[in-house]
């Protein structure tokens, strides 16, 4: 799964990576985005044009009763997007891009969890696949445009902290993922594990438990003597 990411590149620098406008009035950096939580997402016009709007963490699908749902659908397992309820439409006609500079799992240890940073080696943002859904809340007609993160099979590095991962896409098929007209059986291909080499781990503080800790400390390096695989 992924629960925590980080997303700290300047707004600027995410538009010119994807080629998109950004019509967002905040995008401060976040060195701990959760669930729940309004986050840039990259959406593409029916024109091509690319957007970065502010989306909330976890999905609504538009027939949810109330918003309750959200929170327990802030990831989208790959294997069964086009048969469940709450991401098939989505699947089918509302993919973005979740753009992230990097994302946390963490390892059970005998005196607790210990966070890992996952990253692009150069640094560069990496782009999550997600789903977006909008709903109108019945009670005020109050309209909320959501997201899910897509997660896959955790590649042999990650595995040892946790079995799942967010579906990380390449740039040159940015593109096809976000293209309403895309071929479902070509959909499928771009939903695997990301290559290896693709990606750095290094132990953080734990400080990054703590939903409510902020700053760029939380991405930073810190000693462990049993990172051995991850390392």
């Not at 990650?158 to 098929?173: S, Y």
């Not at 990054?208 to 390392?231: F, P, Y």
């Amino acid at each position: 799964m992924c629960g925590r990411y980080a997303l700290y590149s300047p707004a600027d620098a995410i538009a010119d990576l994807f080629d998109a406008t950004a019509e967002i009035d905040d995008l401060a950096p976040r060195y701990n985005a959760a669930p729940m939580q309004w986050l840039p997402v990259i959406r593409r016009r029916p024109s091509g044009e690319r957007v970065i709007h502010a989306l909330r963490w976890g999905l609504l699908p538009s027939w949810a009763k109330d918003e309750t749902i959200a929170a327990r659908l802030s990831n989208a397992r790959a294997e069964t997007l086009s048969e469940k309820p709450a991401f098939r439409a989505a699947y089918r006609a509302r993919r973005c891009i979740v753009p992230a500079d990097g994302f946390y799992e963490w390892a059970k240890r005998p005196d607790g969890k210990q966070p890992y940073f996952i990253h692009a080696p150069n640094d560069t943002v990496l782009a999550f696949a997600g789903l977006w859904e909008r709903w109108t809340r019945p009670a005020d007609a109050e309209v909320i445009d959501s997201f899910t993160i897509v997660t896959t099979q955790a590649d042999p590095r990650i595995q040892p902290l946790h079995d799942r991962m967010p579906v990380i896409l390449a740039p040159e098929v940015v593109d096809v993922w976000l293209d309403r007209a895309t071929d479902p059986a070509r959909l499928s291909e771009l939903l695997m594990p990301c290559p290896e080499e693709r990606l750095a781990i290094h132990p953080v503080s734990r400080a990054v438990g703590n939903v409510r800790n902020e700053g760029s400390e939380l991405t930073a390096a810190v000693a462990d003597a049993d990172v051995g695989h991850a390392a």
